[in-house]
């Protein structure tokens, strides 16, 4: 099967622009998660979308939103890009199930470089 | 969220054998544990899971306290790809619906 995928793999940005990154899960898969990672702050949830339908969020403020659509695929969108949201956006699709705990696989991420 | 302490970072020499520990004290009955590896600019790659009894797969093993207040991860044989940060995941928060990625353990391995 193909592993996770999100594009695109880079992106540079300035600040108040708005972003959509994409993730394909893999095939099967129903549960997509995204989390942001930065040197300072590590892994943070942001959400997660199981079947069309957004199941749990983190603590991230209103610019950060997400969807998945019919086939499993999801975006995520950043509006009002700030500096502080450079970091390295993953992905990660878990079972056919969707069950809580169920392990996760990592798309490799897009590093947002915002100036 | 079960809390887990591992230490930042850790040292091994190739082809030895590598224990990585892991504490969660306040995890629950019924969380597994789970571990993942990230590799320098690689997104996080999972490495193993259990529950109670101890468990073996093709990456590596997992030594479960009887207690189960910590872990062990278990490199039988170090590599220099197996330099990485790992992730000791203790429960998965049913409220919030997600795994805690805490800091994480430094793994490098010299030649």
């Known amino acids: 099967k193909a592993g996770v995928t999100q594009t695109p793999r880079y992106l540079i940005k300035t600040r108040g622009q708005q972003v959509t990154l994409s993730c394909s899960p893999i095939?099967?898969?129903?549960?997509v998660s995204w989390y942001q990672q930065t040197p300072g702050q590590g892994l943070q949830f942001l959400f997660e979308?199981?079947?069309?339908?957004?199941?749990n969020k983190g603590n991230f403020p209103g610019r950060f939103s997400g969807r998945q659509f019919s086939n499993s695929r999801s975006e995520m969108n950043v509006s009002t890009l700030e500096l502080g949201d450079s970091a390295l956006y993953l992905c990660?699709?878990?079972?056919?199930?969707?069950?809580?705990?169920?392990?996760?696989?990592f798309g490799p991420g897009t590093r947002l470089l915002v100036l | 969220d079960a809390k887990t302490t591992q230490p930042n970072s850790m040292e091994s020499n190739e082809e030895e054998p590598v224990h990585l520990p892991c504490n969660h004290s306040?995890?629950?009955?019924?969380?597994?544990i789970h571990w993942y590896r990230q590799l320098p600019s690689q997104g996080p790659e999972y490495v193993i899971h259990?529950?109670?009894s101890n468990v073996n797969n093709r990456m590596a093993s997992l030594a479960i306290a009887e207690d189960r207040k910590s872990s062990t991860l278990i490199l039988h044989r170090a590599t220099l790809r197996d330099a990485a940060v790992y992730y000791c995941?203790?429960?998965?928060?049913?409220?919030?619906?997600?795994?805690?990625f805490g800091d994480g353990t430094t793994l490098t391995v010299k030649p």
């Open positions: 259990g529950l109670t």
């Open positions: 990660a699709s878990s079972s056919p199930t969707g069950a809580l705990g169920e392990t996760q696989y």
């Open positions: 995941i203790p429960a998965w928060d049913t409220n919030a619906g997600k795994s805690t």
């Open positions: 306040t995890i629950s009955g019924t969380d597994y």
């Open positions: 095939s099967g898969h129903r549960s």
């Open positions: 979308y199981f079947s069309e339908t957004q199941r």
